[in-house]
Every structure is written in structure tokens, then in C-alpha cells.
């Protein structure tokens, strides 16, 4: 996998209407506009014109969006805060699902709405009137028709060949080896000439792919387990059934019933007790109901199928030496509920909450957990929708590349993640070998990624509710993304870190769009550059903090900086801040002129007292040396005296 092409495209910066979505009063538009007004510029100058390149047929309504009207990312941002339910996950996949129609497509019109009372009610008291046998069957017909049959549709297009290119020549775009930083000039070129054959042959007909029959199908069948899930609490708290007579009633068939279609009888298919218990192989369906459980799973992607594991409680362990397990959907429906335990996810990579040509889903309601994978893991979606949620407990994420919140083509990955103080690493294997001898890969933690210059990317998002939380990532991440797409980041509360190298924190490169919002807490920002509020190449990167006493850190081209036609906006709502930069002629307020026109840079404090090592001054506005680059701190209250300077 070689990311980093040369290319260049006259692209230039336009006036557009002023976003409806965005709420002109917040403080954050009320700062942009009185910045706005001291460097001569307008907030409707902050945009792109996309009609100098052909739209590809891969390109997302959303990011076409977001790239013609980046102040938009804001309130899209903040969109994600509200669009998950408690113990609902089809509502935030559903969500997703929206999000991924493409470019000169109607929008879908899909979400499902949270349960009222009373249906909510009639569902806990589901077993008074049926037994598991109906759930059991119910999925049965997901497993062996309806998945098969959504599988089938979306490929109905290609022939044999093609279907294979999928999970193996396609799937090398994606990964990376280790060995790869030992390959001599002519190895890399090599490799670099194969990857670019495998785009050209991919784009020939993946066009013709639909995942839309597949995600449909996974939304529809995650709703029906997760309801099946809260009936199962419900008996089992009021005591009135016990995991043994809930299991009893699968032995009450109904008339006619194909026994070759039922637990028990046929591979891949299981059910288990309050007892520790051990699986081993590639199933289809798992339903535990209690204990200290083992899953030793595998899949073979040459015979794509669904995978449904259902486990109620107990501290499990969750461990794979193949791809696409542990919430993977591969050119199917993979789903993981968990609802109890502290519990271990082990895998290698396309695993863990992704989806790959499919609609992959992991869902852990309690406990403190511990996620490990390598690419394409925790969140990752191409071709489809990736999801990971985590509902409480302190957690650990540890994945090395395309991990964490990340889109490829066509696709959305977003880990959501409600209570504790969480850690989030990704890189650390992969070196960056095209710049670095000691920096690596991430391309993780709410980012997107399109193959440049053909094919335009996806969506990658984390959503992280409260919890002192710790981000580090190396080479892009953090709200970052490149070509065609859109990464971001929303943590609403906690004093949180973030620490990366270069293209993060909000940065964006090569015709697309970043932002890291951070609602409340004393948080840290540190990276060496491209970051920090950066667009690069016709992107737009936002970096906007909207409360606590806050540090930013870096070296050049960040804290609100535009480069080659890119718009950087750093923002900081309120606050005691410190903000240091090394570079002083490229950051804190940096637009520079290329391509015989300009880009824009604003840095905009708006309260607190405010300590600056670089351009900054508290109570000051300055220029920096652009036209139209510039920053401010200020009070908003009005009666608040302001200097001003150049």
C-alpha cells in the first residue's frame, strides 16, 4: 500500500451561500466574522469550487458537501453527538448508512426511530407468549437467505473473476507488510506500478457494485437481535427464567419444521449456558447466555457468509489468527453483541467492527475492554459500514493502520465510545518509508481515505462522549484525511490528550475535509506539523475547542494554517490557553499564495487569559506574513476593551 502521489489540478477558492445547518449566532461563527472583517475576507470565501474535476462515480454527497461549504463540518460534527441512542445501535448505523449515498443520488430515507413505550414494553414481555424458537428461526432466515440474497444482489454485476479481485487484489490496497521498509528503490516502484494497475482494473467495474442491499439488510437484522437482547435481560433480571428453561424452549419446534435448519443440527451453529464455554472454527450463529467464554473463530472469505454472536454476560475472550471476525462483515452481515463483562477482542485485521464490502458490527453495552487488531480493525468501513460502540468502561484500543474510525471507498467507520477514560493508539508498525527512517503509518482515528487521483475515499469518525481520554496516532490522524473524503473527531467531555507527527488534530490534504471538535476540559494538543487547524491542497482543517484551559503545541504550518490553496481554522471558545509554535512564518494565522491566488489561515481566541509563544498575543489581533492569514483574541462581551495590532 503507497499512499502519496503527485498531482496537481487547478482548483480554486469561491464565494458560496453561507451553510443554512450552521447556527450564525454560536460563538464560534460570531468570532469567524469579526476575524473575517479585520483581514478583509467574508466567511461565504471559505469554500471550493469542485467543477474544474469530473466527478467520480465513487464521490459522497456528504463530502461533495462539506469540500463546497467546510464550515459546514461544525454542525455536521455536532450532529454525531445526538444521532446515537442508548442500547439502539441501529440508530447511529442507520445514520451512517444516510451518509454514504453517493454524489447525484437521492438522498436514502431509512433511519429508524427509537421504540415508544409501549412496543418497548410488549418486547419485554416477549416470552410470555413465544418461545426462542421464533428468534432462532427469525435468524436462520437472515443467515441462510436473506444475507445470501443481499450478497448476491450486490454482486449480481460482475463475473468470477471480479468477485475474487475483491478479497484479494483489492484488499492489497489496503494492506501493508512490515518487510516493506526494507525493499530497495526498484521493490517499491514495483509495488507502486502493481497497486496503480489494481485501482485502474477496480474502477473499470466497481461502479456497478450495490452494498446498499446488504447494509439494508444488516440494519434490519441488528435491530430485530438487539430487541431479541433486551427481552433476554429483561426475563433473566425479574428472575423468572433462568438461561437453562430460556434454552429448553428451543425444543418446542413448530409443525413442519426443517430440523436441518436448526441449532444442533447442522455446523457452524450453537448455543450455550451460563457455564464457561469454548467455540472454535467459523460459525455462523452463537448464542451465549452466561460465563467466562472463549471464541477461537475463523472465516473463509472465498465462502462469504453472515455471522451473528449474541453473549449476555461474563468476562470473554475473543481471539482470531484469520481476517474478517469479531463484528466483520466480508461481502455479508458479521454482528457482535456483548452485554456484560470485561471482556478481550483479539484479531488480525478487517476485524473488530468492519465492514469490507458489508456492514460490520461490534456492540459491547458494559465493562472494561480491550481491543487489538491491525488494519482495516475498530471501526473501519469500505465499500460499507464499520462500526464499533462501547457503552461504559474504561477502554483500550490498540490498532496499526486504518484503524479506529476510518472510511475507504464508499464507506463509513466510526467507533462510538459513552463512559470512561479511554485510550486510543494506532501506528507504531508500519514506517512511513517514503519520508522517514523512525515514523510510521497511522491513517487512524477519524479519518478518510481515497485512492488519489481516481477514486475518492469515505468517511472515518469517532464519536467519544466523556472520559479522560489519551489519542496518539504518527502520520495522519486525529480528525485528518486525504483525497475525497471527510475525518473527524467529537469528544464532549474530559481533559483529554492528543498527541501525533504530522497531519492531524483537525488537517486535511488533497481535496478534502478534517475536523477534531473537543466540547469541555483541559486538554493538550501536541504535534510536529500539518496540523492543528491545517488545510493542505484544496482541503479545509478545523480545530475547534470550545471550552477549558487548554495547550496547543506544535512546530510549523499549523495552529490555523492554509497551504497551497487550503483553508486552516484553529478556535478556542474559552479558556485560560497556552499556545506555542516554533515556525513563526508559517502558523498561528497562515494563508500563503500558490498557484497565482491565495489560501486562508484564522486563529481565533475568544476568552480567558492567554499565554503565546509564536505570533499571539492576548487582547491583540495580528497578520501574519499572508494576505490573507491572521489571528485574534478576544473577549466576545462587547464592554471587553481589545488592542489591536499588525
Known sequence: MRVFCILTIVFVLVSVAFPQSQKADSPEMAGLKNLCDYAGLKPTD????????????????????????????????????????SKQPEILASVMFQDLAKAGKKSRNRAYEPLGPELQNSYNLYFNDH?????????????????????QMMLAPLNEKQKKFLTTEFKELVVTREEEENYSVEQIDSLEKAEELYTDQFAKFAADIDKDPVLQAGLDCLKKVMLEVKSFQSLLKSKEMTPAKIMATAGFLPANTDLSSYLGSQPGWAVGGADNDYYSGDYKFILDFGGDDIYDLTYDAAKPHGVIIIDMSGNDTYRSQSDFTLGSGCLSVGILVDMDGNDRYDAKSFSIGSGYFGFGVLYDAKGSDRYDGDTHVQGAGSFGIGLLIDEAGREV??????????????????IQDEKGSDVYYAGGKYKDILRYEDHFLSLSQGFGYGLRPTISGGIGGIVDVEGNDFYSSDIFGQGSSYWWSLGFICDQKGNDNYQSFQYAQGSAAHMSVGILLDESG???????????GCGHDFSAGILLDRGGDDTYTAHDLSQAAGSANGVGLLIDNSGNDCYSIRDLTNSQGYGNPRREYGSIGLFIDLGGKDIYLGNGQDNFYWKTHSKWGAGMDIQLNPADTVGKGK
Do not use: W
Open 397 to 414: 484500543y490498540y490498532g496499526s493502520l486504518f484503524a479506529q474510525g476510518f472510511g475507504f471507498v464508499e464507506g463509513f467507520g466510526l
Open 46 to 85: 471559505i469554500s471550493f469550487r469542485n467543477d474544474y474535476m469530473e466527478i467520480d462515480s465513487f464521490r459522497l454527497q456528504t463530502v461533495t458537501r462539506l469540500m463546497k461549504s467546510p464550515l459546514s463540518l461544525i454542525s455536521y460534527t455536532d450532529g454525531y453527538k445526538n444521532a446515537h441512542v
Open 522 to 532: 483541559q486538554d493538550v494538543y501536541t504535534s510536529k506539523g500539518v496540523s492543528q
Open 131 to 151: 418461545t426462542l424458537n421464533q428468534f432462532l428461526s427469525q435468524m436462520v432466515v437472515y443467515l441462510d437467505h436473506i444475507f445470501p440474497r443481499s450478497t
